[in-house]
């Protein structure tokens, strides 16, 4: 098991029942056990605590001027993989039911349309403002342009978007993760455990959202070893998103690297890198996982030949973005969740690196630290 520490919730009187707050979770830099803990870091605790005093002392926090009413409604609109994806969807709605069930407000889910046009995004968002929700999270960059829109005809709602920091909006607080910290630790996990010296990239859309994985990642396995090569591909071009859910060719493209002495590769390409995982265990080589920790979710045969995951921690984000809204503390703006504030981090299960752990673990500590700063594009 992974050495646990205990992050205690700030002072709140015995009585409150916020004090079940407090939470366990793994390494600092490792993100907790496994996808299904759930871990509210410490700011997030701090704002439901201000709104759980403020309830056993018998008053109302209050407002401010500038912002919206108390939240009592909260929904979330996904992406097109929708919830159930074992990823980014399901984090973010973990993320916001944690947070939800503690301060005792609704969660509606609303989902996303493979055809779905801006227009569609746009007429989802404001349903649900029309309908009283009153805090409304938009998964994915997609939700970006209708946003902008959306949140100016209602700007008594707070919105949140994850994955896009280009909404600027005076209600709109922009969801971001330092990708390419985490991904240079799964680097440094490839670097040091390859034995041909040749890795892989696999991106699902060259765009700048995966440059940052593949700057990241290359500059970790440079970082662990000088020698070795890293070999880069992206599945579709924009405006062709077809490589986010592609498997075939995503297991096409490992093949392909396997084949050219390629022994590890970093898929982060949404659904396609199950096809990537399946070629490495086909090969007998490994793959590095995304977003989610997918030694848990692969099938048997396939996990043993996943090496770790970078963990992006979309529930981080957006339980921080609930007990904002719900406690007056909402700020709009960028808000990015990197290694020193739990967004992001790698996965153990397996064991498959549990010997480099300490040595990685330096890395992510130097990072915290700034002595390491990780490039964002290749």
């Known amino acids: 098991m992974l050495p646990m520490t205990t992050i205690a919730a700030p002072a709140v009187p015995a009585p409150c029942m916020w004090s079940s707050l407090l939470i366990r979770i793994g390494t600092r830099y490792r993100g907790g056990m496994h996808l299904r803990s759930f871990a509210v870091p410490p700011f997030v605790m701090s704002v439901v605590a201000a ?30 993989s929708g919830r159930g994806d074992g990823g980014f969807n399901d984090l973010a709605y973990n ?35 029309r309908s009283g929700y009153d805090a409304i999270i938009a998964v994915g960059f997609t939700y970006a342009m209708p946003l902008q829109t959306v949140a100016a005809e209602f ?44 890795v892989g990239f696999i991106g699902a859309v060259q765009i700048p959202l995966l440059q940052k994985f593949e700057a990241g990642f290359t500059a970790g396995v440079h970082a662990a070893n000088p020698a070795a090569t890293v070999q880069v591909t992206y599945l579709s071009q924009p405006p062709d998103y077809s490589g986010f859910g592609d498997p075939p060719h995503g297991k096409e493209a490992a093949l392909g690297m396997y084949d050219n002495g390629v022994d590890i590769i970093f898929a982060a390409a949404g659904g396609s890198g199950s096809g990537v995982h399946e070629a490495a265990a086909q090969t007998g080589h490994w793959s590095i996982g995304v977003d989610a920790d997918e030694y848990l979710l692969a099938p048997e045969g396939v996990r043993d030949h996943i090496l770790t995951s970078m963990l992006k921690n979309a529930n981080v984000g957006t339980a921080a973005f609930v ?56």
């Open 51 to 80: 709104v759980a005093l403020a309830a056993c002392s018998g008053r109302s926090p209050a407002p401010s001027p500038a912002g919206p009413a108390q939240v009592h409604r909260v929904a979330i609109a996904y992406d097109i």
């Open 95 to 129: 993320g916001a039911k944690q947070a939800a069930d503690s301060l005792h407000v609704e969660l509606k889910e609303v989902t996303a349309k493979l055809d779905d046009t801006d227009d569609d995004r746009a007429e989802r968002l404001r349903l649900l403002a």
């Open 155 to 198: 700007p008594a709602t707070t919105f949140a978007i994850v994955d896009d920091g280009t909404v600027d909006a005076p209600n709109v607080q922009d969801i971001l993760f330092a990708e390419h910290e985490g991904s240079f630790l799964v680097g440094v996990a490839a670097g040091l455990r390859t034995t041909t010296g040749r």
């Open 323 to 378: 007990g904002d809204a719900a406690g007056f503390a909402f700020k709009p703006g960028i808000r990015t969740f990197g290694l020193a504030n739990g967004g992001v981090g790698y996965a153990t299960s397996g064991g498959f690196i549990d010997d480099l752990v300490p040595r990685i673990d330096a890395y992510a500590a130097k990072i915290v630290a700034g002595t390491i700063v990780v490039p964002e594009t290749p």
